[in-house]
């Protein structure tokens, strides 16, 4: 296996008024390609800011990022963004999916955004939705859906335009016991069924213990456990 993400000496800082908080310091690791890594810490520790500047959203105040052997550090923000399009998929605690879309529109986003054409995305959205046992709710919309369901349906959405990178924060915290454990297989199995890298934030124990890896982020500092 070889590092698909690099870290070297994260920095970043935040403005609390007129004081500044350093949310990273000297951040650093290397995660192999098609593992499953968790980031723990408590609320605030700063694991969200790291998922954004991993996926590009946001930028560090030193210290270099690097996906896939590209620079992300380095990037200006159109540059930012054609990355995130074409090798990230994001998976978030409370769904993010498009409430005026139906599921089966919600999924084939990313692939309308990277030029699939029509065949293309119809046939991958169908595969999808098989595979996580929702072809039955294309059509339905998300507001028709249990939590569990529209989980599953934000990971394939996310998963659509094969990226090499997922991350997702708190992507069990808004389920129950039973439903998160589904969720969690789907989140180890299909993206290894691609070779996918997955960082997922997390305070649960459940999604800890399938990790390939658990770093742990506390005053700023990040450290493996």
């Not at 192999?32 to 694991?47: C, H, N, P, Y």
């Not at 995305?121 to 999808?128: A, G």
């Not at 989140?187 to 997390?202: F, N, Y």
Request: glycine share 10%.
């Amino acid at each position: 296996m070889t590092s698909y993400v690099v870290l070297e000496d994260l920095d970043k800082y935040y403005t609390e008024g007129t004081a500044w908080r350093r949310v990273l310091s000297g951040a650093g690791a290397q995660i192999e390609r098609g593992s499953l890594v968790a980031i723990q810490g408590r609320s605030g520790s700063g694991k969200t800011t790291l998922l954004n500047l991993i996926g590009g959203l946001d930028v560090p105040d030193r210290g270099a990022i690097r996906v896939g052997g590209e620079s992300i550090h380095a990037m200006d923000d159109r540059a930012r963004t054609l990355f995130r399009r074409r090798h990230c998929g994001f998976v978030f605690q409370f769904f993010n999916l498009v409430p005026t879309l139906t599921v089966r529109e919600n999924v084939m986003i990313g692939l309308e955004l990277n030029g699939f054409d029509e065949e293309a995305k119809n046939r991958r959205t169908r595969e999808l939705l098989a595979a996580v046992g929702l072809a039955d709710r294309a059509d339905s919309f998300p507001d028709q859906l249990s939590g569990g369901e529209q989980q599953r349906i934000a990971l394939v959405r996310a998963l659509a335009h094969g990226p090499g990178l997922l991350l997702a924060d708190e992507p069990t915290g808004n389920l129950d016991a039973a439903t998160e454990m589904v969720v969690l297989e789907l989140i180890r199995q299909l993206p290894r069924e691609q070779d996918t890298t997955v960082i997922v934030a997390t305070h649960s124990e459940l999604v800890a213990d399938q990790a390939d890896r658990v770093l742990s982020i506390d005053s700023g500092v990040l450290t493996a456990l």
